[in-house]
């Protein structure tokens, strides 16, 4: 159980080209998705936080005109990196939680984004 | 500021052995903490976790202590074995509000399980 998905599981894109990417809970409702971004050799950092329905919350230093989160439904959540450019190139996670699994979140196996 | 901090970038243990990897965090508002394991280009996977009301919880190879005075926690693996080589994330959960728990990852250690 606690299956989360991510499709494409890499993308090559020029720049200004928008890229979506999609993050789907399989077998559980998530209360709460994640986006998360990792650089090599770092640690995630959270680009946002979204509930079904409502609007994400971003974190600080996150443009939420560039990075477009749309969590249509308890089990998909979308990433759009809009006009994207050689520096959005990085490895994004999203993740999920549900109410069960009280603070534990469930990632995705990532997308590794190239932005030429 | 980093809030939670694993120091050790690397470690290496010889099978059969145990691991003990370390974590550190500054934030006393932390109320539960996880490790993840994660492989080169994939997601992490959720390992065990532990609530700050609670000073241990194992689970088969893996055993958490977690030390709220010294904002420590350590994660144990008796046996080690090859297959658990990876990179070990901590992260830290707080309540942000509205139920949206956020999670803050250390850096991360590479674990090096050798035969």
């Known amino acids: 159980g606690a299956v989360v998905s991510q499709h494409p599981s890499w993308v090559i894109c020029k720049s200004g080209t928008s890229v979506k990417i999609e993050c789907r809970s399989l077998?559980?409702?998530?209360?709460?998705m994640f986006w998360y971004r990792q650089f090599p050799k770092q640690s995630l950092m959270l680009m946002a936080t979204s509930n079904e329905g409502s609007k994400a919350t971003y974190e600080q230093g996150v443009e939420k005109d560039k990075f477009l989160i749309n969590h249509a439904s308890l089990t998909l959540s979308t990433l759009t990196v809009t006009s994207a450019h050689p520096e959005d190139s990085s490895f994004y996670i999203c993740s999920a939680r549900t109410a069960w699994a009280g603070e534990t979140q469930y990632f995705g196996p990532g997308t590794r984004l190239l932005v030429l | 500021d980093q809030q939670v901090k694993q120091n050790s970038p690397s470690l290496s243990v010889q099978e059969g052995r145990i691991s003990i990897l370390n974590c550190d965090y500054t934030n006393s508002m932390f109320d539960y903490f996880l490790w993840y394991k994660k492989y080169p280009a994939e997601g992490p996977t959720f390992l065990i976790s532990i609530s700050s009301i609670k000073d241990k919880n194992e689970d088969g190879r893996f055993t958490v202590f977690l030390n709220k005075s010294a904002k420590h926690l350590s994660l144990h693996i008796v046996p080690s074995q090859p297959g658990d080589s990876a990179v070990y994330f901590c992260?830290?959960?707080?309540?942000?509000?509205?139920?949206?728990?956020?999670?803050?990852f250390g850096k991360g250690t590479l674990l090096t399980v050798n035969p």
């Open positions: 992260a830290a959960s707080l309540n942000s509000g509205g139920s949206n728990y956020k999670l803050t």
């Open positions: 077998d559980f409702q998530a209360t709460t």
